[in-house]
T-cell receptor
Framework: SQTIHQWPATLVQPVGSPLSLECTVEGTSNPNLYWYRQAAGRGLQLLFYSVGIGQISSEVPQNLSASRPQDRQFILSSKKLLLSDSGFYLC???????????FGSGTQLSVL | GNSVTQMEGPVTLSEEAFLTINCTYTATGYPSLFWYVQYPGEGLQLLLKATKADDKGSNKGFEATYRKETTSFHLEKGSVQVSDSAVYFCALDAGGTSYGKLTFGQGTILTVHP
């Protein structure tokens, strides 16, 4: 069966520090991969999605970037965190023929 | 652009009460509609979905009907349990080139007391 792993579960970082959140999927090949963020009091917003290795599409301009170095690995990064980057980050995957998304358990990021 | 609006929470109910969480959407074309649920400490899980007008999605006693005329997809359950306490998200997939990229509402926190 397929599983998705996302870590860490919580993270507290100072403003200006770098960020790296990692997400891996097991049990499937060539998944679509997604990064979502939920800021306080707001809905989930799609940040990035990827349909293959090295292919990244950004949905909103921001201080973050994403990379997909391997088929089932999706990384969310920042060189210098801002206070506004605080939020709940969710990684998700779907089959190429999308019926639904499967979400990881999320990372609560607090930038202080 | 596409958008989803959910009723504001939090919602607090007693066990066996009737639940309605309202959801309305704005989208071009014919989106698919979803309800996702997030239990404490877990990731989002698909609860139910509907892919065309008048479809009814159902799962675990929850139901939602795709109403194109009112652009709504309200979630209902006749008798809630304590174990239903979670955050509920309404979402749409506009399809076409947006396939797989969901637009979510802000989520509704449901707390059910014994």
């Amino acid at each position: 069966s397929q599983t998705i792993h996302q870590w860490p579960a919580t993270l507290v970082q100072p403003v200006g520090s770098p960020l790296s959140l990692e997400c891996t999927v097991e049990g499937t090949s060539n998944p679509n991969l997604y990064w979502y963020r939920q800021a306080a009091g707001r809905g989930l917003q799609l940040l990035f999605y990827s349909v293959g290795i090295g292919q990244i599409s950004s949905e909103v301009p921001q201080n973050l970037s994403a990379s997909r170095p391997q088929d089932r690995q999706f990384i969310l990064s920042s060189k210098k965190l801002l206070l506004s980057d605080s939020g709940f980050y969710l990684c998700a995957w779907s089959p190429t023929v999308v019926e639904k998304l499967f979400f990881g358990s999320g990372t609560q990021l607090s930038v202080l | 652009g596409n958008s989803v609006t959910q009723m504001e929470g939090p919602v607090t109910l007693s066990e066996e009460a009737f639940l309605t969480i309202n959801c309305t959407y704005t989208a071009t074309g014919y989106p698919s509609l979803f309800w996702y649920v997030q239990y404490p400490g877990e990731g989002l899980q698909l609860l139910l979905k509907a892919t065309k007008a008048d479809d009814k999605g159902s799962n675990k006693g929850f139901e939602a009907t795709y109403r194109k005329e009112t652009t709504s997809f309200h979630l209902e359950k006749g008798s809630v349990q304590v174990s239903d306490s979670a955050v509920y998200f309404c979402a749409l997939d506009a399809g076409g080139t947006s396939y797989g990229k969901l637009t979510f509402g802000q989520g509704t926190i449901l707390t059910v007391h014994p």
